[in-house]
Structures are given as C-alpha cells and as structure tokens.
C-alpha cells in the first residue's frame, strides 16, 4: 500500500468514525439545549414562593402548597402546580362554571391535566387557572405577560 493510498484510508476512516461519534452525541445534545430554556422551582407555600420570585403572580395564595414553578426563558410562558388550603379560588380572579374562551397551554409540563386548555373557567390576571378539588393549574403565555406589562407601563 503507497503512503497516498494509506493515508486517504486514513483519512476515511477517521471521518467516518466522527461522523457516528456526531450521530451517536447530537440527540444529547439537542435534548441538553431544550432543558436549557427550562427554569423549574418548588417552593413549599406560595408565600415562600413569592418571597423567591417577583415574577410569582400576587394571586397564589400564601397557604397554598407544593408550588412548582415553570418558565421558558426563550419565550416567557409560565406554569404553575400548587395545593390550595381550602379548594376555593384564589382572590381576585374572575369567572365562573361555564368554560371561558381557551388559551392552549404552550407550555408542556406533565404536571397540567390533559385537556387543561379547553376547561379553563377561572381568570387571575393574565394566567388561565382550572382549580379540580384542592388541584391549581395555572399558565400564562409569554404573550400575555408582554401585553399586561405594556398595559401598566402606558398608564404610567
């Protein structure tokens, strides 16, 4: 074998081997980079979980419970799981029994109940809430959040 021939063989060989090395690391990868746009918390009460993140809504009652918090930082929607005290809704929010025009839930998080978006009854502020017994399922789409802080920053 010539010194040519040997060193394409050589060459083939080693892209060929980073080649599958790239196959074998890209889904990790790519799996890495979505959970990197993920931020998660759990706080023990909602008043615990005000007192860690000004972005918590001011609705969520202080005695609620298990709070788990989930925002996108590439687009802003926001879930939120928690255990109310009483199973009564939160104050301040509005609606009634009847199903409230639905906002899909753009945020997946295995925590919302299948079919969230289309029972949503309840209103607290910009979050779409569907309270099931002492069960809080709240989300808020980035755009939402964007046009209720522009609303407050025009009345300024």
């Known amino acids: 074998m010539s010194i040519r021939t040997s060193t394409v063989v050589g060459l083939t060989a080693t892209v060929?081997?980073?080649?599958?090395?790239g196959f074998t690391i890209a889904?990790?990868?790519?799996?890495l980079?979505?959970?990197?746009?993920?931020?998660?918390?759990?706080?023990?009460?909602?008043?615990?979980?005000?007192?860690?993140?000004?972005?918590?809504p001011r609705w969520l009652p202080d005695g609620a419970t298990a709070v788990h918090y989930r925002i996108?930082?590439?687009?802003?929607?926001?879930?939120?799981?928690?255990?109310?005290p009483d199973g009564l809704r939160p104050t301040g929010?509005?609606?009634?029994?009847?199903?409230?025009?639905?906002?899909p839930v753009k945020l997946s998080t295995a925590r919302l109940p299948a079919g969230a978006g289309s029972k949503?009854?309840?209103?607290?502020?910009?979050?779409?809430?569907?309270?099931d017994?002492?069960?809080?399922?709240?989300?808020?789409?980035?755009?939402?959040?964007?046009?209720?802080?522009l609303a407050g920053l025009q009345r300024r």
Do not use: F
């Open 133 to 149: 017994g002492r069960d809080l399922y709240a989300w808020q789409t980035g755009a939402d959040w964007v046009a209720v802080n």
């Open 33 to 56: 980079a979505k959970g990197r746009h993920v931020e998660e918390s759990n706080y023990a009460t909602g008043a615990q979980a005000k007192g860690a993140r000004a972005t918590m």
């Open 27 to 31: 889904p990790s990868v790519g799996e």
């Open 120 to 131: 949503v009854a309840i209103n607290c502020g910009s979050y779409r809430v569907v309270v």
């Open 93 to 103: 929010c509005s609606g009634g029994a009847a199903p409230a025009p639905a906002v």
């Open 16 to 21: 060929l081997g980073v080649g599958a090395l």
């Open 72 to 84: 996108s930082t590439t687009n802003g929607d926001r879930s939120i799981t928690a255990q109310l």
